[in-house]
């Protein structure tokens, strides 16, 4: 039923996790793309199954339950996002900080100059 669902949808999109829907099988949704895979395997610490067939993300296909440690590592969108602004904040933090303490240390310079002047 998952694979005749799929192939109404997109064929060649999901074609990829066809050959996982052999026997039983179970479907997670979820926007943010590691919460499947983190809920796993948070479940096997107390128990061996489910095991991972397949993964579709983004319109990558995940094949295997041994891909399920790299689908739990993957970043969320939100994650991502804040990680770039991170990086754009720190430059403009480090210059802040070189101005600010050369400024001080300037301002210490001329002041040991007009005390060896007078």
């Known amino acids: 039923m ?7 949808l997109d064929a ?12 039983t099988s179970a479907i997670m949704f979820s926007e943010t793309a ?3 895979a983190k809920l796993i395997t ?3 610490k107390s ?22 440690a790299a ?3 993957l970043k969320s969108k939100n994650e991502l996002i804040a990680d770039v602004i991170m990086l754009l904040q720190s430059p403009a933090k480090n210059v802040i ?6 400024g ?3 301002t210490g310079i001329l002041k040991t100059l007009e005390t060896r002047n007078a």
């Open 2 to 8: 998952i694979k005749k669902a799929l192939q109404k």
């Open 12 to 23: 060649s999109a999901y074609d990829g996790l066809f050959t996982g829907l052999k026997g």
């Open 34 to 36: 590691n919460l499947p």
């Open 42 to 44: 948070e479940f096997r």
């Open 47 to 68: 128990s061996d199954k489910p095991l991972l067939k397949a993964a579709w993300i983004d319109s990558s296909v995940f094949v295997g339950d041994t891909q399920l």
């Open 71 to 73: 689908l739990a590592s």
């Open 97 to 102: 900080s070189q101005l600010s303490s050369s």
């Open 104 to 106: 001080q240390k300037l």
